[in-house]
């Protein structure tokens, strides 16, 4: 008696029979592999000729099994060939034929062939900074990185009884602009696999909102849970429902987000692929995933709905501007020569304006050396992107500059975001100290960044800054305004300074502050918000021959 008789189960005899087996054991298997990887089912995919060819060779390992194959010794690879040639010719020839598609795919998509095109891909216009770039209100200055935000948040999840057993937080926050405020979003997960078996029914009852100017870390409970996430191991999983709505798409990493009623929401882009078949990715569109109820919606990239700020990925739009930036006068120019070649620089940061969230980052030479030609503004839901001319530091070097100045205290540089203070292109800097928290804010001009301000609030920073401007000679007294201004407080604001006290108070309907000092000007110290003030230009001759402390102030009735 056989092994196959003693098992139970006999091997089938008939060609067809074995072709059956083949294919359900390669059926069963590629079911497997795709609900655990989740390839895109997508030529224009890398991923799926890999889950291709993988159905392949387990295709012709089960033949082997189902055929009794025993190569003969000294046999090799040619005896191996002749059974594929006899038993799978079919599998053989879409092994050729995947073979080549993928080759010819890939020398279609080289940018050695297709220059122009990646060239073209991002082409940014070139803009004003300090006409285009306004002077945002302290209310809209983020002071925060990502990961002193996530700290925060983390914490935060700490001081909840009645969840911190169960979930936590999941460190995967994302920068929006949420009721006008910059913000950073973070779902809770599930703390462990049997935490998510007893509390999936009712979902992730809560996410977590950071607010980036205050730095005030809050925990928004939710009326029904969230059931769609990335803790979720199965098919309520964000990838895995997904794909199989939407079985051809290719998607970029979901976000997370919220709308403006505070629905939570994840964000996928679609990729696409716009050169040859692998070559030139962009953004095509989004599913719009509920997050509460898993209902998915399209949207053409031109269609997202406003309250979405992330559509690209910061990363890829650097990519995109390092092929425009390298390929500016063709290939050969980016290997050899390298005339007018430029590249972006190592980190990114986010600015909010408008309503809407942009990534800055800075352009360098091709050498990449210690200095920036200027820098990018890429609004991340229209990819919409302005070049801005301002020669100066990298935000390394500030970085640097920074950190020199409190080295005593031993504090580090977060990545720099990019504000236009005065008209001048400077660099704002938490400064974070060893536990991950922000602890003082330093401003460095982007053309002399020897020119650094220090401040344990960013109105005392900015002070200090922008005294230093006029000190320098950077910004001239006699630019100043020389005629007097009338209105109502609407807000006032205290700084102490080289040991003085500066008000800094902004009237009704305008949007800059005018400091007063109180040496010189002692009424100040006694008016509020709605007071009606007149406030004149007339620098005196113990002022500083800054902004800082050139105007006089009088209570009107």
């Known amino acids: 008696m056989d092994n196959n008789t003693k098992r139970g189960f006999r091997m089938p005899k008939s060609r067809l029979g074995k072709i059956v087996i083949n294919l ?53 690879f040619r005896e191996y060939l002749a059974f594929m040639k006899s038993q799978c010719l079919p599998i053989l020839i879409l092994l050729i034929a995947l073979a080549v598609v993928y080759v010819v795919g890939e020398l279609l998509s080289a940018p050695i062939f297709r220059a122009k095109v990646y060239r073209e891909l991002l082409v940014p216009q070139t803009g004003d900074f300090a006409a285009q770039i306004a002077e945002i209100s302290f209310e809209e200055i983020p002071t925060l990185d990502r990961f002193s935000a996530e700290y925060l948040g983390d914490r935060q999840m700490g001081t909840l009884s009645d969840m911190v057993s169960q979930f936590e937080y999941s460190n995967d926050s994302t920068q929006i602009n949420y009721q006008g405020r910059p913000v950073r979003v973070a779902p809770i997960g599930y703390a ?160 909010a304006m408008n309503d809407d969230v942009y990534m800055y980052t800075g352009v360098t030479s091709a050498n990449a050396d210690q200095s920036n030609l200027g820098f990018l503004l890429c609004n991340l839901r229209t990819k919409d992107t302005h070049f801005y001319t301002a020669p100066g530091a990298t935000e390394e070097a500030a970085q640097a500059s920074a950190e020199g100045v409190v080295q005593d205290l031993g504090y ?9 203070i005065s008209g001048e292109p400077t660099y704002f800097i938490p400064m974070k100290d060893a536990a991950n928290l922000v602890k003082t804010y330093a401003m460095v001009n982007v053309a002399r960044y020897d020119v650094v301000a220090t401040g344990a609030t960013v109105t ?24 007097s201004t009338s209105g109502v407080i609407d807000e006032i604001r205290s700084a102490v300074l080289d040991g003085n006290t500066y008000y800094f108070i902004r009237l009704r309907g305008e949007e800059v502050f005018y400091s007063i000092s109180a040496v010189n000007q002692n009424l100040v110290v006694i008016m509020d918000v709605g007071d009606r003030v007149k406030i004149e230009y007339a620098p005196t001759a113990a002022a500083s021959p800054s902004i800082l402390t050139g105007y006089s102030i009088t209570l009107e009735k």
Not at 231 to 250: A, C, D, I, K, Q
Not at 412 to 420: D, G, K, S, V
């Open 24 to 76: 359900l054991v390669t059926l069963l298997f590629g079911l497997a592999y795709f609900y655990v990887t989740l390839p895109a089912l997508n030529l224009h995919s890398p991923d799926f000729y890999g889950f291709v060819f993988l159905l392949c060779v387990v295709y012709v390992l089960s033949a082997l099994v189902t055929s009794g194959f025993q190569a003969k010794q000294g046999g090799g």
């Open 192 to 351: 462990d696999l049997i935490k998510w078996f007893t509390n999936r029914s009712g979902g992730l009852p809560a996410y977590v909102v950071v607010d980036m100017v205050t730095q005030k870390a809050s925990v928004q409970r939710l009326s029904e849970g969230m059931k769609y996430s990335f803790s979720e191991p199965l098919n309520r999983n964000v990838m895995r429902h997904l794909r199989f709505n939407y079985p051809t798409m290719m998607f970029a990493e979901p976000e997370f987000e919220v709308d403006e009623t505070g629905r939570p929401y994840w964000i996928a882009p679609r990729i696409e692929k716009t050169i040859g078949l692998f070559g030139g990715t962009d953004i095509k569109g989004a599913v719009l995933l509920d997050a509460i109820s898993g209902e998915c919606t399209y949207c053409d990239a031109d269609d997202v709905p406003t309250w979405v700020d992330n559509l690209y990925d910061p990363d890829l739009v650097m990519e995109q501007y390092d092929y425009h930036g390298a390929l500016i006068n063709g290939f050969i120019n980016s290997i050899f020569g390298q005339r007018d070649v430029t590249q972006t620089t190592q980190g990114y940061n986010y600015i």
């Open 412 to 420: 580090t540089a977060t990545f720099p975001i990019l504000l236009n």
């Open 460 to 483: 005392a920073a900015e002070a200090e800054y922008v005294r230093l401007l006029g000190d320098r000679g950077i910004t001239l007294p006699n630019a100043l305004p020389q005629t």
